[in-house]
């Protein structure tokens, strides 16, 4: 069992950059691969990001590269997501998941997730 904490949401305006940040309590963290994920209000959970394991391979929802940044600390147990440039539209739910499988970006691919943090950007 794997449980994951998130941190760093809140309000913020556009053009405000947040990082947040996802706590895992297991001795295996670095055998799963982390996702973000996010959900705003009456819409289907979107796919963010993905880190691997060790940190050598991301990826990215195509409309968020070059903003968002996901990296991870295997010795502290801790995946991150760098948001900057947010706009009104990033305003969601954001969860992190782990997972072992080949594929990362559906949320079925992940066995464990976070109860998410806020993520509110005003215009």
């Known amino acids: 069992q794997v449980q994951l904490v998130e941190s760093g949401g809140g309000l913020v305006q556009a053009g405000d950059s947040l990082r947040l940040s996802c706590a895992a309590s297991?001795?295996?963290?670095?055998?799963?691969?982390m996702g973000w994920f996010r959900q705003a209000p009456g819409k289907e959970r979107e796919f963010v990001a993905a880190i691997s394991g060790r940190g050598g391979s991301t990826y990215y929802t195509d409309s968020m590269k070059g903003r968002f940044t996901i990296s991870r600390d295997n010795a502290k147990n801790t995946v991150f997501l760098q948001m900057n440039t947010l706009t009104p539209e990033d305003t969601a739910l954001y969860s992190c998941?782990?997972?072992?499988?080949?594929?990362?970006?559906?949320?079925?691919?992940?066995?464990?997730w976070g109860q998410g943090t806020q993520v509110t950007v005003s215009s």
């Open positions: 297991t001795r295996t963290f670095s055998s799963y691969t």
């Open positions: 998941a782990a997972g072992n499988r080949l594929t990362r970006t559906r949320p079925r691919d992940y066995d464990y």
